[in-house]
């Protein structure tokens, strides 16, 4: 397959391409994805300047008229999925399976939107003096920068441009730049559902273009996925301007808690699948097991068999389990933290070679709590699990609490006071009960706290990031009342 061309999108032109940097696969080095053109600071700002001109006439739309684009946009996701998926596997290593579940997930949220565009866009409130109506409504705040991360490369853009566009607002999109052929993909979608020109621009580029958007004072909000320290940076630069709104999802530490009244096979398969589904490199994944006592021999061999028998191979081939880490600075970011393990103390109970190209396996070990060990309290962001054993429901509690993150937590357990407990005493944005630590869906909240960030983009969460309320009062009577008398 001839690699593709890269070009950016602005104000509904694609400009001409250049070939500043390279997509290649991580499961094979010499399998060239496309060529992409890095944006300058002028192409950066004239992409917002697109989407400001494109806004007033965009805002003005009806918003039927608006969901109507996302209908048109849900038939050419279903026509395309199969093709979608395997060019995410090509580019990010993901199981070609997982992509196209990622793929309808995307899929789901253009569904989401579509549908939302005929529901209620306020409320009718009583007011104190009978004269008066008053209603609140939502106003888009105006142009939207949507900066996304590798591993979800579809499904997490249309989280987030879905709503915004849907709203009134206009985008510009930064796709991550080890993903740029999925999200240029994208935007061809956007414009051959008919978005007018200037509502989605698309710019290509590292963090330097990145951080170029977020400065610039015509974007109203950034939307963003990835690392904490990304992130941050994000909040840093926007904090000088008054009127920014940032939405942050910058990862997890997560954690799986096994009681001892567990269901001992379910709770082994949710745990594998939370660690190693997409090769541990989901915010969600858990890279902490918590066991209690009474289970943690049988579970330790269990859960150590199974990863044993885990396929980790071509993405493109669906009988894998998963596929390749993400580049080479991945592989030795997780090979550091399992010799940083190793110097720590634990005890290893499985170590998957690695392999040629990006591959890793999975990293097992087995060790008591200590709140000053490393590899138990940062993110990885690979096959890297900690089984940990516990004793009391409390000290599960405070282990699952011991890291600087909060975003997803599942609990095994066949008893409802203790899926309360948890549910109320632990620090997370997203609980599963008898399930793994992922597996979201589109119209219920994604985000964390602590340093997972004030909250993903989401159906249900982001309306109240890209649009901002007003109240507006009309007085029906012939003299002025105060409601304060």
């Not at 009244?261 to 902490?288: E, I, M, P, W």
């Not at 669906?318 to 030795?332: C, E, K, M, S, Y």
């Not at 997972?452 to 007003?470: D, E, I, Q, R, Y």
Request: aromatic residues 8%; charged residues 25%.
């Amino acid at each position: 397959m001839p690699p593709i061309v890269g070009r950016l999108a602005v104000g509904g032109d694609w400009l001409p391409p250049r070939a500043d940097f390279a997509s290649t696969s991580p499961a094979d080095d010499a399998d060239v994805v496309g060529t992409f053109p890095t944006a300058t600071p002028a192409e950066v700002r004239q992409a917002v300047e697109a989407a400001r001109t494109a806004f007033p006439g965009w805002r003005r739309t009806s918003r039927i008229i608006r969901a109507e684009c996302f209908d048109r946009l849900a038939r050419l996701i279903d026509r395309d999925t199969d093709a979608l998926a395997r060019l995410m596997a090509r580019e990010c290593g993901k199981n070609v399976t997982e992509c196209r579940a990622e793929v309808v997930e995307g899929l789901h949220m253009v569904q989401y939107v579509f549908g939302s565009g005929r529901l209620p866009v306020g409320e009718l409130l009583a007011s104190e003096l009978a004269e008066k109506d008053v209603t609140v409504r939502r106003k888009p705040w105006g142009v939207v920068s949507v900066v996304t991360p590798w591993n979800f490369p579809f499904a997490v853009p249309l989280w987030m441009l879905g709503p915004s566009l849907l709203e009134g607002n206009t985008a510009v999109f930064k796709p991550s730049e080890d993903t740029p052929a999925v999200g240029q993909r994208l935007a061809e979608l956007f414009a051959e559902a008919g978005f007018p020109a200037g509502t989605l621009n698309l710019v290509h580029g590292d963090g330097a273009v990145g951080e170029e958007l977020v400065r610039h004072p015509g974007v109203n909000v950034v939307l963003f996925t990835g690392s904490y320290d990304v992130g941050r940076r994000i909040q840093e630069v926007s904090a000088a301007l008054p009127d920014r709104i940032v939405a942050a999802e910058m990862g997890g530490k997560n954690a799986v808690i096994v009681c001892d009244d567990a269901r001992f096979d379910l709770a082994v398969t949710a745990a594998v699948v939370s660690a190693f589904k997409t090769t541990g490199q989901r915010c969600v994944s858990a890279s902490r097991v918590i066991v209690h006592e009474s289970l943690i021999d049988r579970f330790a061999a269990a859960f150590v068999g199974t990863a044993k028998r885990l396929r980790f191979g071509d993405p493109l081939d669906p009988t894998n389990f998963a596929g390749p880490l993400i580049h080479r600075n991945a592989v030795r970011k997780v090979l550091g933290y399992n010799r940083l393990a190793r110097e720590e103390g634990v005890d290893v109970l499985l170590d998957a070679a690695e392999r040629e190209g990006c591959y890793v396996g999975p990293f097992v070990y087995r060790t008591p709590h200590d709140a000053s060990m490393r590899c138990t309290r940062e993110e990885v962001f690979g096959p890297h699990v900690a089984l940990i054993p516990f004793r009391t429901d409390d000290e599960a509690a405070a282990i699952a609490n011991g890291t600087d993150y909060g975003l997803s937590l599942a609990v095994i357990t066949e008893s409802y006071r203790r899926m309360r407990f948890f549910r109320d005493e632990c620090e997370y944005g997203m609980g599963y009960v008898n399930l793994p630590s992922i597996g979201a869906e589109v119209h219920l909240p994604f985000g964390g706290v602590k340093r997972s960030g004030n909250g993903h983009p989401s159906a249900a969460g982001l309306v109240t990031a890209v649009t901002h309320p007003t109240a507006f009062t009309v007085n029906h009577g012939t003299e002025i009342k105060m409601a304060q008398g």
